[in-house]
């Protein structure tokens, strides 16, 4: 057994106690390893100094792998060192080979409750009824806690999208790091904010549907009105007009129906019955 209180050697035993329960409460880093691995004997110093580090935030469980065979073979392991997150009873993240400590640190505290996780989630509720200024109080708070967190950033940029602040939303989510402006939030907001920006010139709605009714074939009537139809959350309505579109005037504003139609499909996030079926219809119809 380890000396330490945040290092549990895990065995089939004390597994269900040890980890399963446990992970009620923090989160459990599970290593797979073994004597005969040099790169198991590698990862495991900078998995105890981080242990020791977190002083209790997560727990470190050991489980030997030519000790406990079948616990190994319950959970799949097939190549170590193989590193499995658990929290809430169950294994909800997990990392192979010996990775570097930065790389491990940033792996667990995607995991780790925060104080400013309480604020962020006031604040978004705080959004949600309206009142901006005393969100924007509580993000203030979140970030002063927790500098440089995406999540506190993505907080922030949601924050001055729904008060208007186009560029610096953009200029918070642009500063992201590359994977996390891939998340479907990220890229959402960044859509979002491309079609906010297209209709601050535009004639409104009701004027783009008379001019519709009189030429239906108006190019830059269907593209604008689309691009209501977004602001508005109608969806469906957006897509039939830009798809009405790039059949029509494929080349209108470089191919702006079909590249409005994958944004949408972004801030969708990618999924979902309306986006299945008209990327299907979207594909059809360029081909």
Same mark, same amino acid.
Not at 104 to 120: M, V
Not at 169 to 183: D, F, G, I
Not at 199 to 206: I, S
């Given at each position: 057994?380890?000396?330490?209180?945040?290092?549990?050697?895990?065995?089939?035993?004390?597994?269900?106690?040890?980890?399963?329960? #446990?992970?009620?409460?923090?989160?459990?880093?599970?290593?797979?390893?073994?004597?005969?691995?040099?790169?198991?004997?590698?990862?495991?110093?900078?998995?105890?100094?981080?242990?020791?580090?977190?002083?209790?935030?997560?727990?470190?469980?050991?489980?030997?792998?030519?000790?406990?065979?079948?616990?190994?073979?319950?959970? %799949?392991?097939?190549?170590?060192?193989?590193?499995?997150?658990?929290?809430?009873?169950?294994?909800?993240?997990?990392?192979?080979?010996?990775?570097?400590?930065?790389?491990?640190?940033?792996?667990?505290?995607?995991?780790?409750?925060?104080?400013?996780?309480?604020?962020?989630?006031?604040?978004?509720?705080?959004?949600?009824?309206?009142?901006?200024?005393?969100? %924007?109080?509580?993000?203030?708070?979140?970030?002063?806690?927790?500098? %440089?967190?995406?999540?506190?950033?993505?907080?922030?940029?949601?924050?001055?999208?729904?008060?208007?602040?186009?560029?610096?939303?953009?200029?918070?989510?642009?500063?992201?790091?590359?994977?996390?402006?891939?998340?479907?939030?990220?890229?959402?907001?960044?859509?979002?904010?491309?079609?906010?920006?297209?209709?601050?010139?535009?004639?409104?709605?009701?004027?783009?549907?008379?001019?519709?009714?009189?030429?239906?074939?108006?190019?830059?009537?269907?593209?604008?009105?689309?691009?209501?139809?977004?602001?508005?959350?109608?969806?469906?309505?957006?897509?039939?007009?830009?798809? #009405?579109?790039?059949?029509?005037?494929?080349?209108?504003?470089?191919?702006?129906?079909?590249?409005?139609?994958?944004?949408?499909?972004?801030?969708?996030?990618?999924?979902?019955?309306?986006?299945?079926?008209?990327?299907?219809?979207?594909?059809?119809?360029?081909?």
């Amino acid at each position: 057994m380890t000396a330490s209180p945040y290092i549990i050697d895990v065995t089939a035993e004390n597994f269900q106690q040890a980890v399963l329960e #446990t992970s009620m409460s923090r989160p459990v880093l599970v290593d797979f390893w073994a004597e005969w691995c040099n790169p198991c004997k590698a990862l495991m110093p900078a998995l105890a100094k981080l242990a020791e580090g977190y002083q209790g935030k997560f727990i470190l469980a050991k489980v030997n792998t030519e000790e406990q065979q079948p616990l190994a073979n319950h959970f %799949g392991i097939r190549s170590i060192p193989c590193v499995k997150l658990f929290l809430n009873g169950q294994m909800v993240d997990e990392f192979l080979g010996a990775l570097p400590e930065p790389e491990i640190r940033n792996f667990i505290d995607k995991h780790i409750p925060r104080e400013s996780d309480g604020l962020l989630a006031q604040a978004e509720q705080l959004l949600l009824q309206g009142d901006t200024e005393t969100a %924007g109080n509580l993000i203030q708070q979140a970030a002063q806690l927790d500098p %440089g967190s995406p999540r506190v950033m993505l907080a922030n940029a949601r924050y001055l999208t729904t008060t208007g602040k186009l560029e610096e939303a953009e200029q918070q989510l642009l500063a992201l790091p590359k994977e996390e402006q891939e998340s479907p939030e990220a890229a959402s907001m960044l859509a979002r904010i491309q079609f906010d920006r297209s209709n601050a010139d535009n004639p409104p709605p009701e004027v783009l549907e008379q001019r519709l009714q009189e030429n239906p074939a108006d190019s830059e009537a269907l593209h604008q009105l689309a691009s209501y139809k977004i602001m508005e959350n109608d969806y469906e309505t957006a897509l039939e007009l830009l798809l #009405t579109l790039m059949q029509k005037d494929r080349e209108y504003g470089d191919d702006a129906a079909r590249k409005d139609m994958l944004r949408i499909f972004e801030l969708l996030g990618g999924q979902g019955e309306l986006v299945k079926r008209y990327r299907n219809r979207m594909f059809n119809a360029l081909h």
